[in-house]
């Protein structure tokens, strides 16, 4: 979970300025990171909450990184854990309790096929460009399958380009992707944009622009939280709520 003490209802706003909130139906926008677990949980336990409510849904992402310093190249999983929690097996409880809260929502978690942490930035850059093409969504969640349940390095440009080509992305849009200096301006003012707004840890979802919801929420919460946004408050109360 994060600490959301630092999180502006106004800024929040600026964050998603360019969506709209429809008359009618559901628009979610996502703040989340390809490798980090509590995302991986918390995306599955969104979409076990859509099951639920019934109806069509418009998903958005924004891009975030776990660790926007780590090298281009990535680093091995055991170093970054030994340099962040001082061994692996200090974590290691902690990543059996991921694993298995992921198993028990339909998300494999294999931290025994995973050998390296890479650089998002590049996924992010080609989610960036999936969403002209409404594939967002199915590639975010290739991308998760492919670290988390087969242990592939998405810092890798030729794994990026592979996963991209198989959710319908063409070869041109994906080198843009890769190598454009437009869409990696965009990408990287859009995670100012979150960390300004004082989002420090993912996942986050904004529910019609009226509930932010921080962390990986329970799914039965998840729904409450789409029930507030579509049904609860007032027309002049605008301001997020924050369910965290």
Known sequence: ??????????????????????????????IADVVCPWS????????????????????????????????????????YLTKRFGDRQAVQPALIDLARMGADEGAAIRFDRISRVPNTFLAHCLLHQAGEFDLQTELAMTFFDAYFADGADLGDTGVLHDLA????????????????????????ANEAMARNAGVAGVPNFLVNQRVFVVGAQETNQLVGAIDRALFGGTDDDDAPQQLH
Do not use: C, Y
């Not at 437009?182 to 990408?187: A, Y």
């Open 1 to 30: 979970m994060s600490d959301t003490s630092g999180i502006s209802g106004d800024k929040i706003l600026t964050l998603v300025g360019e969506s709209t909130r429809p008359e009618q139906g559901l628009a979610i926008d996502i």
């Open 40 to 79: 991986r949980i918390g995306v599955q336990r969104l979409q076990s909450a859509l099951q639920s409510v019934h109806g069509p849904a418009t998903l958005r992402w924004f891009p975030f990184q776990l660790n926007p310093d780590i090298d281009s190249d990535g680093e091995a999983l055991d170093a």
């Open 165 to 188: 080509l198989k959710v319908g992305l063409d070869g041109p849009t994906i080198d843009a992707a890769l190598s454009d200096d437009r869409v990696h301006t965009i990408v990287r």
